[in-house]
């Protein structure tokens, strides 16, 4: 079964623990500045919203890449950058709709979000499971849950 | 590691800044944040210095733990010598600034002298340089945070600052981080301000590397936030409810501070309350809270995100309050509320978004207005001196008197010298509610005795935040004791303020004290940082840290009748409730505690208690 990232916005706290896991599982240091999911804050709503690549199936990142630097992983789904590959020529962060694969000024290479080879180190260190890892194919699988939840209620 | 071993110095006066290493053999003693801030002090800031003189320093501190996953690792201390009481003065404060300075590469920033004209440091990294702050000054927090993100084009800097308060001397001004957590008590805003210091600003981007064993690290700090995950305070109630869990609970027991203490138990307090943030309102639908945050690394979440009513009178035609924003967390809701006698949580809200804006202490504003509003009340002061009729209750003299003070109009200028100065002004200093000149937070020590004593000793002045007695002796943590009696809680007090000396100098919250002891932190440590972190060295260090502080505070001129509570305390019984008829056992508490601590009967600490703590 491939799996997919699956984010809850209202059960996001902002804590952070989810950048600090990305950034020590990529570089070995708590370094939330170099995490490939980020938490947005907008204040006047009083809303937090983690954001991080979704693994588009026909990926706009990997079709523009000139070097073909960037790969799909069969067994998870994740689109991976090869940073031996990579030549830091920033196309790819053109092409992506979304904006969740960045350029990294320091090693002159782009990162995103690899699923940590199906064991992504955010969904652990997330406290609220606002964050989870579930059945690519039925994302909605809660969702629908609940709502047959609310729909059994009014029937009875 | 863990500390990362670089600090920066910053002279104002020379417009400076210079980078030195950290003081390791210090960080071993004092562990970090404000232990091993206040060691700075106490060894470069002569005890008899004006506060407020270019002679004070200002020190912001991390701890070990600041910036990493261990839950809660993201607070950092302001410490000096405070305005308002003339004692050390040491507030933390949780969100994303102490990370950041982490992030950045520092352990610590210590400035010194006074700028000649206003300014902020920027610090990205290793470079730190100190930028003209003209177009700042005047302006609230909220707008300089703004301000310099937008001039700088990086909405990823985060921000310390001052408002108004802290530029008008107003003397419990905060210093506020990221909108709404503040350094909050004793005027370290103040002194920031009177060195035309307006804002810190940092972008770190290096990261943390420096743990010593990452591996254990990461196991030991997810074992004890699922500890957190598992208790019933930090597990449900505080995420629920946050410390507003408690207004209900401290007014059933008699001990909420009601009309500047004449009442232990107030009539609104359940409209006031954690429960009534919750409630729809008829007005909009809505409910007051939106939802609840987490400072960084906080597993907790207590935070108060809240949505004030639009049509309230306070906020009319002003849609700048309109959005969602910080609190009410308790002790503020209680100093606007009930100290005052005001059951509209709307105008309590209006006034601590205030207080957040313009920067100044919402417990001493909301304690020194209770004070005004009983000499109002006796007719010492009256509405042509105040501006306003101020009789309690009255949410239109809170919300008029709030805005007076944060820009230091009229009568708000005296407000904004605390209850201590106004009390003694208007010839009633037995009024002020308050020890070493620091208004008291928010339980009556009548109903919870060990909270007198607690008070009475805690060396910056009166504050639940340094023997939180509160736990065992309402809460039953980390065991049950009998809130109304005296017995025993000379050595529950100094249990508790050295174990939390420990807690602030790691750089995590307090609040992981309602399901962690000391046990549970020491593994976090030792794993985060090299050096002998076992439990009976940490014991060490808590009391070192507190012993150093009382030092600090008898070489500033304070004595033993510093160490008291105001007569009404003392000699006026409680009115209501179960503690109906009890007034404060200080005077059997206090001699006891000296004892314990090693000090003799004035409250100096004994020639063998400093040798045995390396003094």
Redesign the interface.
């Known amino acids: 079964m491939q799996k997919s990232l699956s984010i809850d916005p209202v059960k996001c ?5 989810c950048e ?2 990305c ?2 599982t990529h ?8 995490s490939r999911i980020k938490v947005f804050s907008f ?6 919203v983690p954001y991080t690549c979704t693994q588009c199936s026909d990926a706009w990142c990997m079709h523009a890449c000139p070097v073909d630097a960037i790969k799909l992983d069969a067994l998870t789904g994740a689109k991976m950058v090869l940073e031996a590959t990579c030549v830091g020529c920033k196309v790819c962060t053109i092409a992506c709709p979304f904006g969740t694969i960045n350029y990294m000024s320091d090693v002159g290479k782009v990162q995103k979000c690899d699923l940590c080879d199906g064991d992504p180190a955010c969904v652990k ?1 997330c ?2 499971a606002a964050i989870t890892y579930v059945d690519a194919d039925w994302t909605g699988l809660d969702r629908m849950r609940a709502w047959a939840q609310r729909a059994n209620a009014a029937a009875l | 590691m863990s500390w990362t071993r670089k600090i920066l110095r910053v002279d104002l006066t020379a417009g400076t800044c210079t980078p030195e290493p950290l003081n390791m053999d210090w960080a071993f003693e004092y562990l970090g944040s404000r232990g091993l801030a206040s060691k700075y002090l106490v060894e470069e800031v002569d005890p008899k210095v004006d506060p407020l003189s270019p002679d004070n320093k200002l020190i912001m501190s991390t701890g070990p733990l600041t ?3 261990a ?1 809660t690792g993201g607070r950092y201390t302001v410490v000096t010598k405070g305005p308002l009481t003339g004692a050390i003065a040491c507030s933390n404060s949780g969100g ?1 600034f102490g ?1 950041e300075m982490k ?1 950045a590469g520092w352990d610590m920033i210590i400035f010194q002298g006074r700028s000649p004209k206003p300014v902020y440091l920027y610090l990205e990294n290793d470079t730190a340089e100190l930028r003209d702050a003209a177009h700042l000054w005047g302006k609230s927090t909220w707008h300089t945070e703004e301000a310099i993100k937008a001039a700088h084009q990086d909405p ?1 800097i985060r921000v310390s600052s001052i408002g108004q308060a802290g530029e008008n001397g107003v003397l419990y001004a905060c210093v506020v981080n990221d ?1 709404h957590r503040a350094a909050g008590r004793s005027g370290v805003g103040t002194v920031m301000g009177s060195k035309s210091l307006k804002a810190v600003a940092i972008r ?6 420096g ?1 010593r064993d ?1 591996p254990e690290f ?1 196991k030991v700090t997810a074992e004890k ?1 699922q500890i957190l ?1 598992d208790n019933a305070v930090t597990g449900q109630g505080l ?1 629920k409810f946050g410390t507003q869990v408690l207004m209900n609970v401290i007014n059933e027991m008699g001990a909420l501070p009601t009309r500047n203490h004449r009442d232990v138990q107030f009539e609104s307090a359940g409209r006031i309350s954690g429960e009534a943030m919750h409630e729809t309102r008829a007005s909009d639908g809505k409910t007051h809270l ?10 907790i ?1 207590c935070g108060r ?3 004030i009513d639009e049509t309230h009178f306070s906020v009319v035609n002003k849609p700048e309050y309109w ?3 910080g609190g009410l967390e308790y002790e503020a809701a209680w100093a606007l509320g009930a100290a005052n006698g005001v059951g509209d949580l709307e105008a309590l809200q209006y006034a601590n978004l205030l207080c957040n804006e313009v920067g100044m202490d919402p417990i001493s504003f909301g304690a020194t207005l209770g004070a005004a509003m009983e000499l109002y009340d006796l007719g010492v002061l009256t509405a042509e001196q105040i501006g306003i009729e101020a009789p309690f209750g009255s949410a239109q003299a809170l919300v008029t008197l709030a805005e007076m003070t944060a820009k230091g109009e009229g009568f708000g200028k005296e407000l904004g010298q605390g209850s201590k100065r106004l009390c003694a002004k208007y010839g009633h200093p037995e009024l002020s509610m308050t020890v070493k000149g620091q208004e008291f937070p928010a339980y009556d020590s009548r109903a919870i005795q060990g909270m007198g004593l607690a008070y009475a000793t805690a060396n910056r002045g009166a504050c639940h935040l340094r023997g939180y007695t509160v736990a065992s002796e309402v809460l039953g943590i980390p065991f049950k004791t009998d809130p109304l009696v005296t017995e025993g809680k000379a050595g529950l007090v100094k249990a508790f303020q050295d174990a939390t000396s420990v807690f602030d100098a790691a750089g995590i919250c307090i609040f992981t004290s309602f399901a962690w002891g000391l046990a549970d932190i020491q593994p976090q440590i030792q794993a985060a940082c090299e050096g002998d972190w076992s439990l009976d060295n940490l014991n060490l260090v808590g009391e070192r840290i507190w012993n150093m502080e009382k030092q600090f505070n008898l070489a500033a001129g304070l004595t033993k009748k510093d160490d008291d509570l105001p007569p009404r305390l003392k000699t006026e019984p409680a009115k209501t409730g179960p503690a109906k008829g009890l007034v404060n056992g200080l005077d059997v508490m206090l001699p006891e505690y000296y004892e314990l601590r090693g000090w003799d009967t004035e409250g100096v600490p004994r020639a063998d208690t400093l040798e045995r703590l390396g003094l």
């Open positions: 706290t902002g804590c952070l623990q600090m896991a950034s020590y570089t070995g240091a708590i370094n939330p500045s170099k204040e006047h709503e009083g809303r937090k260190a406290p609220t | 910036g990493t996953m839950s994303f990370a992030f990823q909108l770190g981007t290096k990261g943390l590397a743990i990452f990461l936030k995950a995420p939106v939802t609840n945050a987490a400072c960084f690394g906080c597993t979440a995100i809240s949505r959005g969602a924003s």
